[in-house]
């Protein structure tokens, strides 16, 4: 990809997720996004059977997982969940 990473933006139940997270695990989860924006379509297709959703994407490391929207036209990344079994 060249250019700049896309910008992240938080739906506010991800948000509230990511404030009640350990701190080791809320790195974890900017270390992934960090890897989302550089490369947004870097990680599976959240439903790979639906042709439409293909801007949907998920990341699953260990017990934690992310769930984001690959928003082109103003390139960002918006994190719809987060979610950690932990």
């Known amino acids: 990809m060249t250019g700049q990473p896309y ?4 739906s506010a139940p ?20 960090d890897a989302a924006a550089s490369e947004p379509w870097g990680f599976r297709q959240f439903n790979s059977d639906d042709p439409e959703s293909g801007d949907v ?3 699953a490391v260990g017990q934690l997982s992310l769930t984001h929207w690959v928003n082109r036209p103003l390139r960002r990344l918006s994190v719809l969940a987060i979610t950690w079994l932990g």
Not at 7 to 10: L, N, P, S
Not at 14 to 33: G, M, Q, R, S
């Open 14 to 33: 991800a948000a509230k997720t990511l404030d009640a997270l350990p701190e080791h695990i809320e790195d974890t989860v900017w270390d992934v996004l």
């Open 7 to 10: 910008a992240v933006r938080f």
């Open 57 to 59: 994407r998920y990341a």
